[in-house]
């Protein structure tokens, strides 16, 4: 997948209430492969949604979205299971990891099902975002933004063509921040995918080529 693309697209919530000020909902634009953005959003603006439209796990909206030149809800389940896993990841908001497993084996368990990374590069990555010490410690027994780590790491551990990140970095002070962009940065560049994350305030610092206004 070379690019996303939005076509007017709008959540149908706002279709009475729409202001009209922003730079992606009911406007045209093109996000691309090996590109980073930012998309800033005040609460309320509808950036959770973005980021779940274009993963394909909501469809309450108007207007298009394209992978490359394919509109999204013409995709069959099997076609999604394949995006997703060998070419569009996501860190959710809510992180969706398995509070009853130990860090290390949330990672394992994704690492499974692609064999993208060996032992080596995920213990270093642990070692890099400071969270060595919790690799064996339950999900539910570290702080959120612990997890927050957790499921970075996680989420590069498939094929990536674009990479959605909501509010990725929310509860990590400056220097774990530095850490996580230097490690997305590193990544994003190594294999070409893109980086589309949202922020209502921090954010990854990463050398964006482009930012958007919900």
């Given at each position: 997948?070379?690019?996303?693309?939005?076509?007017?697209?709008?959540?149908?919530?706002?279709?009475?209430?729409?202001?009209?000020?922003?730079?992606?909902?009911?406007?045209?634009?093109?996000?691309?492969?090996?590109?980073?953005?930012?998309?800033?959003?005040?609460?309320?603006?509808?950036?959770?949604?973005?980021?779940?439209?274009?993963?394909?796990?909501?469809?309450?909206?108007?207007?298009?979205?394209?992978?490359?030149?394919?509109?999204?809800?013409?995709?069959?389940?099997?076609?999604?299971?394949?995006?997703r896993r060998s070419s569009l990841?996501?860190?959710?908001?809510?992180?969706?990891?398995?509070?009853?497993?130990?860090?290390?084996?949330?990672?394992?368990?994704?690492?499974?099902?692609?064999?993208?990374?060996?032992?080596?590069?995920?213990?270093?990555?642990?070692?890099?975002?400071?969270?060595?010490?919790?690799?064996?410690?339950?999900?539910?027994?570290?702080?959120?933004?612990?997890?927050?780590?957790?499921?970075?790491?996680?989420?590069?551990?498939?094929?990536?063509?674009?990479?959605?990140?909501?509010?990725?970095?929310?509860?990590?002070?400056?220097?774990?921040?530095?850490?996580?962009?230097?490690?997305?940065?590193?990544?994003?560049?190594?294999?070409?995918?893109?980086?589309?994350?949202?922020?209502?305030?921090?954010?990854?610092?990463?050398?964006?080529?482009?930012?958007?206004?919900?």
């Amino acid at each position: 997948m070379e690019q996303i693309t939005l076509q007017g697209a709008l959540p149908r919530v706002f279709r009475a209430s729409f202001p009209g000020d922003s730079d992606i909902w009911n406007n045209d634009v093109s996000f691309s492969r090996g590109r980073l953005y930012l998309v800033e959003a005040a609460s309320g603006k509808g950036k959770t949604s973005f980021c779940s439209y274009v993963y394909g796990s909501r469809d309450d909206y108007d207007g298009s979205i394209l992978f490359d030149d394919q509109a999204i809800p013409r995709l069959s389940p099997g076609a999604w299971g394949e995006i997703r896993r060998s070419s569009l990841g996501m860190v959710f908001q809510g992180l969706r990891l398995f509070p009853e497993l130990t860090a290390v084996e949330n990672v394992c368990l994704k690492n499974r099902l692609t064999a993208f990374r060996d032992e080596a590069w995920i213990r270093a990555a642990f070692e890099r975002l400071d969270i060595a010490d919790k690799m064996d410690a339950p999900v539910a027994k570290i702080s959120f933004g612990q997890q927050q780590r957790v499921a970075l790491i996680r989420a590069l551990c498939q094929p990536l063509d674009f990479l959605l990140l909501d509010e990725p970095v929310s509860h990590l002070d400056e220097e774990n921040c530095r850490r996580a962009g230097e490690l997305l940065r590193e990544e994003a560049a190594l294999h070409g995918f893109g980086i589309i994350s949202t922020s209502i305030g921090k954010h990854v610092p990463l050398p964006y080529h482009g930012t958007f206004h919900l």
